[in-house]
């Protein structure tokens, strides 16, 4: 069976420091990686994915996530945190044998001024 | 251009009522997906519709649940015999196609069993 694990449900950080939010996955043929986001009030929009290629991704609002395959993991990382980073934060999977996209349970983001 | 959509936003109803939700997705997106979120979980997958296919009902919970897409456009899901634990929020994503590409996701329906 597939899943998805994202450590930590809440995550706090200072305005300025690193966000790091952890995702690992299981799957036993490649994935399709994917980090969306959900502001307050506000739909899931996509943050960055991975399909094939550098595993190194960038996406909107300076973040970054890296695929890697031996930990199986593909963690989101912004080097400066922002108020505006405060919300909901969802890894996903998906499968090229299958139909189905595999959310994780979701990170809340908090950012200290 | 118009994202997805979907109807109601908010709806409360009577345990043992039925409820129908809908979604209107991007022009030209052939792939459909239902969702539920839970409180406090992520999103649960409920079915899938690509094009003219048959859709991957895996995901969906009873038989109380069922969902169709028509002229692969709008879709509805269907919850009979509405339960407590139906409380949800029902999210709608459509896409240009399957598994690598982008899903736009609708705002929701608030769905609340008294």
């Known amino acids: 069976a597939q899943s998805v694990t994202q450590l930590g449900s809440h995550v706090s950080v200072s305005e300025g420091a690193l966000v790091l939010l952890r995702c690992n996955y299981s799957?036993?043929?490649?994935?399709?990686l994917f980090w969306y986001v959900q502001y307050p009030n506000q739909g899931l929009q996509l943050l960055l994915k991975?399909?094939?290629?550098?595993?190194l991704v960038k996406g909107i609002n300076g973040f970054e996530a890296e695929f890697k395959k031996s930990e199986t993991s593909f963690h989101l990382t912004k080097p400066s945190a922002h108020m505006s980073d405060a919300a909901e934060y969802f890894c996903?999977?998906?499968?090229?044998?299958?139909?189905?996209?595999?959310f994780g349970t979701g990170t809340s983001l908090t950012v200290i001024p | 251009g118009a994202g997805v959509s979907q109807s109601p936003s908010n709806k409360v109803t009577e345990k043992g009522k039925d409820v129908e939700l809908r979604c209107d997705p991007i022009?030209?997106?052939?792939?459909l997906y239902w969702y539920r979120q839970s409180l406090g979980q992520g999103l649960e997958f409920l079915i899938y519709?690509?094009?003219?296919?048959?859709?991957?009902k895996s995901g969906l919970p009873s038989d109380r649940f069922s969902a169709e897409r028509t002229g692969g456009s709008v879709s509805t899901l269907t919850i009979q015999r509405t339960q407590q634990e139906d409380s949800a929020v029902y999210l709608c994503?459509?896409?240009?196609?399957?598994?690598?590409?982008?899903?736009?996701f609708g705002p929701g329906t608030r769905l609340t069993v008294t």
């Open positions: 994503a459509s896409s240009l196609g399957p598994l690598s590409y982008e899903q736009y």
């Open positions: 799957s036993s043929v490649p994935p399709y």
């Open positions: 991975y399909t094939t290629g550098a595993t």
């Open positions: 996903a999977v998906s499968l090229n044998t299958g139909n189905q996209f595999y």
């Open positions: 022009s030209g997106h052939t792939a």
């Open positions: 519709f690509q094009g003219n296919s048959a859709p991957d």
